[in-house]
Nanobody, 125 residues
Framework: QVQLVESGGGLVRPGGSLRLSCAAS????????IAWFRQAPGKERERVQC????????DYADFMSGRFTISGDHGRNTVYLQMNSLKEEDTAVYYC??????????????????WGQGTQVTVSS
């Protein structure tokens, strides 16, 4: 049974940083991709970044402009999202999700079927 548990959200001032964690269990690490999504009030959910756990290849949404970085630690079965230079518009509930990754594809094309409960990130002065 795939389980994903997010942590690390909170309140931060504009320009600050946070690191989100997604603790994963119940699946074979190398067969999956994990993505971070976010959803702000009144807005649609959007994908932030994703990573193939087998080869570490990543893909990020164009609006990220390099401020966020996704990484995976197989030893800890955890995927991280390092968020720097946070802006008020980054305020949202952040979710991690997992899906089976097909070798040679891009993680942006993965179908994400397993979801965590989300963690709130609030950027405000």
């Amino acid at each position: 049974q795939v389980q994903l548990v997010e942590s690390g959200g909170g309140l931060v001032r504009p320009g600050g940083s946070l690191r989100l964690s997604c603790a994963a269990s119940g699946f074979t690490w190398d067969y999956y991709a994990i993505a971070w999504f976010r959803q702000a009030p009144g807005k649609e959910r959007e994908r932030v970044q994703c990573i193939s756990l087998s080869d570490g290849s990543t893909d990020y949404a164009d609006f990220m402009s390099g401020r966020f970085t996704i990484s995976g630690d197989h030893g800890r079965n955890t995927v991280y999202l390092q968020m720097n230079s946070l802006k008020e518009e980054d305020t949202a509930v952040y979710y991690c999700a997992a899906g089976i990754f097909f070798y040679g594809s891009n993680c942006r094309d993965t179908e994400y079927n397993y979801w965590g409960q989300g963690t709130q990130v609030t950027v405000s002065s």
